[in-house]
């Protein structure tokens, strides 16, 4: 529900400011998982030799 109230925030009470702040964060938050993904997937994938 971040998104949403992001989205409230920023179009609903007109703090774009707020709104962008929060974005950013929830653009790192994403890009720590996604690294985290890439980084452990090495250990899910077996390839046969």
């Known amino acids: 529900f971040y998104t949403l109230y992001l989205y409230t925030q ?7 400011g707020y ?7 929830l653009v790192v ?5 996604t690294l985290l993904n ?7 994938v077996h390839y046969d030799d």
Not at 19 to 25: H, K, R, T, V
Not at 29 to 33: E, K, L, N, Q, T
């Open 29 to 33: 938050i994403v890009a720590v998982f």
């Open 38 to 44: 890439f980084a452990l997937s090495k250990y899910w």
């Open 10 to 16: 920023g179009f609903g009470q007109m703090k774009m």
């Open 19 to 25: 709104a962008a702040a929060m974005a950013w964060i």
